[in-house]
């Protein structure tokens, strides 16, 4: 169904008229901003430079340069930068060609050597936050097991585009309402804050066309830069790769990469630099059906020669992610509703200031954001800044698209002052939000996969910090949508060539094309590493079978911990949702958390439904040496 405004909004009524009859099974005290869960504690962290510590970790963002130089990119040699909004922004001499990550690690764990390092790619629209949760449950539960594990958040190199300089001012003051003009002042006509110089530039498709050349090679090198400076910090190189949605092909494809481009001497595998994947609500990748065919191999190469860079600056395809109801503004306006929940110290304080109307009425409607700033949509009632993340994000709200969900409570009552509150998941909810899907499908053709009884197991409170805190944040305001899609989708990147790209990066001289310029993923077929899945049973890998593919494209593994076991024991060719995999022996795993949406297995409590925490500790510590 194609989304708008007028969709959006009705629906939105529809979930608030449920909302408001659902009220009355409520008392007054349920709603009287009585959040249990732990208060979120943002200071700075005495023990690591420009780190800040939130709740029990210290938390900081770190930039380095790239090989990969990508094309009409500024920092590319021969580039000059001349787009307005790019000079304001990052100056005449920007350079885009930068990896980032961010490092979670224990306040007082922060100065010793980790046993072991969990690098981890967001997915679609996500940035390195999308693990703020994990990693702050993970390491909690290694430390009690006597090891200090880090997890690196991943920022693509997309997030340098994301003007936050004000948002880092309203950060160090506390003010929200510096976020606020920050981003959006200029729309509701307001005096520029003194806190600030400038308002935020925010980039059209036509302004950054070189983004499409921001493809999985580059990406792959980007994340390499994070890999070998995990290796170097972690004991005796233990560094694990994690990704979770889009992030799974991510890691698949560093999995499967060459990263020795000449087509001469020893060959350097992405596998080889890791002691296993983790692959997250996504199942990795897979083998293209037949071999490519010339016309296909063509058509990347012309895609990859300038084809998709004269296409964006044509106006023919989108530079970064083009969805409705998911535009730059909407997504960055979530880091204003994080700073108002976390600087109120609840999610139900005052009515969500994007909501409130600043000074007279302007064109006919209220001089809020959400009536004065296109792409951002109002609610049919007052609600706080809870209640507005969770009625666009909760996976209730059928109109959210399934890679952004989370299952974290319901609307609730009205407050005093006439304003709609979220219930959190540690407060009563009604039965209603626990949907029973049924029993577990036993084959993937039956439609849909998703299965069990919903579970409610992420807390907004406790995730808030998460989408402003610190030098990154939870959502990829410019997802490199078109160039991520090279060689791994026929309408934009030319063709799907799958996993293994030999017939267009091997030497002539080996049957390739010697094109490991574009892509150099020669090696999937021999990653020999364990691997551990997980899944959400509400979520987008609802079932073990969906991990197949990746299972039989890739080597037994010969790792210490594997006997010889096959990836997969049986179902390996047919079309089983719950085939038998190797487990440990065979290095393949695959663990469900029944009720999960597709964001829970990163964002959920440590309870004991959740089934990702447990298994991935011990898969760390039995891979690390």
């Avoid at 709603?31 to 200071?43: A, G, K, M, Y």
């Amino acid at each position: 169904m194609r989304l708008n405004k007028l969709s959006m909004a009705v629906h939105a009524a529809t979930i608030f008229a449920a909302s408001i009859a659902l009220a009355g099974c409520f008392s007054d005290d349920d709603n009287d901003n009585n959040i249990t869960s732990t208060p979120s504690v943002i200071e700075p962290c005495s023990s690591v430079l420009n780190a800040i510590q939130v709740n029990d970790m210290c938390v900081s963002t770190t930039t380095v340069s790239s090989p990969a130089k990508a094309a009409q990119t500024p920092g590319t040699a021969g580039v000059v930068v001349t787009n307005p909004k790019l000079i304001t922004h990052l100056g005449a001499n920007a350079d885009l060609n930068q990896a980032r990550y961010t490092r979670y690690a224990l306040a007082d764990q922060d100065n010793q050597q980790p046993d072991a390092i969990l690098v981890a790619v967001p997915g679609t629209l996500g940035s390195a936050h999308n693990y703020f949760r994990l990693a702050e449950n993970l390491m909690i539960k290694a430390k009690a097991a006597g090891m200090t594990v880090e997890v690196w958040g991943f920022d693509r190199r997309s997030t340098l585009l994301e003007d936050t300089a004000g948002l880092d001012i309203a950060e160090k003051n506390r003010d929200v309402k510096i976020a606020l003009d920050s981003l959006f002042g200029g729309e509701l006509d307001l005096d520029l804050s003194p806190e600030l110089n400038r308002r935020a530039e925010f980039y059209e498709q036509n302004d950054v066309p070189f983004m499409v050349n921001w493809t999985p090679q580059v990406h792959s090198q980007d994340i390499n830069v994070v890999i070998e400076l995990a290796r170097e910090a972690a004991r005796n190189g233990n560094v694990f790769l994690a990704g979770h949605s889009a992030g799974t092909g991510f890691v698949a494809r560093y999995a499967a990469t060459d990263f020795n481009f000449s087509g001469m001497g020893a060959e350097e595998p992405g596998y080889a630099k890791l002691r296993g994947l983790v692959l997250l609500e996504g199942s990795g990748g897979a083998l293209a059906g037949e071999p490519p065919s010339d016309a296909q191999l063509d058509a990347v190469e012309a895609a990859a020669d300038g084809g998709l860079y004269a296409a964006a600056q044509a106006g023919r395809i989108s530079s970064y992610i083009a969805l409705p109801g998911l535009s730059p503004r909407l997504v960055a306006s979530t880091e204003v509703l994080g700073m108002q929940m976390v600087f109120e110290d609840t999610i139900n304080g005052t009515q969500n200031i994007l909501q409130q109307g600043f000074g007279a009425d302007r064109n006919g409607k209220t001089n809020s954001v959400y009536q004065q700033v296109e792409g951002l949509v109002d609610r049919p009632v007052p609600v706080t800044a809870g209640a507005a993340v969770g009625t666009f994000q909760d996976d209730d709200n059928i109109l959210t698209p399934a890679f952004i969900q989370l299952s974290m409570g319901i609307i609730g009552n009205s407050n005093a002052d006439g304003v709609f509150t979220w219930l959190d998941n540690d407060q009563p909810l009604p039965s209603s939000v626990f949907v029973d899907n049924g029993p577990a499908p036993t084959m993937l053709s039956n439609q849909p996969l998703i299965w069990g009884v919903e579970a409610e197991p992420t807390n907004l409170k406790r995730i808030a910090p998460s989408f402003f805190v610190g030098g990154t944040n939870y959502s990829d305001w410019y997802y490199p949508s078109t160039g991520l899609l090279l060689a791994n989708n026929a309408a934009a990147g030319g063709a799907n060539l799958g996993l293994d790209t030999s017939k267009l990066s091997l030497p002539i001289a080996q049957g390739g094309r010697g094109r490991s310029d574009i892509v150099n993923q020669t090696q999937a077929r021999k990653i020999d590493v364990p691997v551990i899945g997980f899944g959400g049973t509400n979520g987008l890998t609802p079932v073990s079978g969906l991990w197949r593919s990746f299972a039989n494209a890739i080597a037994p593994c010969v790792t210490m911990t594997c006997n010889g076991t096959p990836r997969m024991l049986s179902g390996a060719a047919d079309l089983s949702a719950f085939p038998t995999y190797g487990g440990t022996e065979g290095g393949f795993e695959v663990y469900m958390s029944e009720g999960y949406a597709h964001n829970d297995v990163l964002s959920a409590d440590d309870d004991a439904n959740n089934n990702v925490i447990d298994p991935l500790l011990a898969f760390i510590k039995r891979n690390a040496q």
